[in-house]
């Protein structure tokens, strides 16, 4: 339920290293069960510059409206259009088909500050 390949943040995130300076990022299984069913997402635009515990998107589900926090800073390189449509991804792929943008790193030691699975599965008490 949480890949040991990614890293997570306080807030819910995940970040995949995609080892060319570039991580993908999208929201954990947790976060995603939490919301429920995802209605709609508010995309980011490309070549936007995320800073690290802020904002950069909305997920909107049948229950609530949370911010999605950035895990790390840097730029949005490619956003998940495909989310506009079908938001459900979230739900159905959280770490797969579900993510929402890949960003450029503006510094690489971030990747530090985040959990490891096994970190992420006692900060929610699983």
Known sequence: MYPENLRYSKD???VKDEGD???RIGITHYAQDELGDVVFVELPEAG???TKDTPFSVVESVKAVSDIYAPVSGTIVEVNDELESRPELINEDPYGEGWIVVVELSDPSELD???TAEQYKEHIGE
Do not use: A, K, M, P
Request: aromatic letters at 16%.
């Open 12 to 14: 819910h995130e995940w």
């Open 113 to 115: 500050t985040l959990f």
């Open 21 to 23: 300076g570039r991580v």
């Open 48 to 50: 936007q510059t995320i």
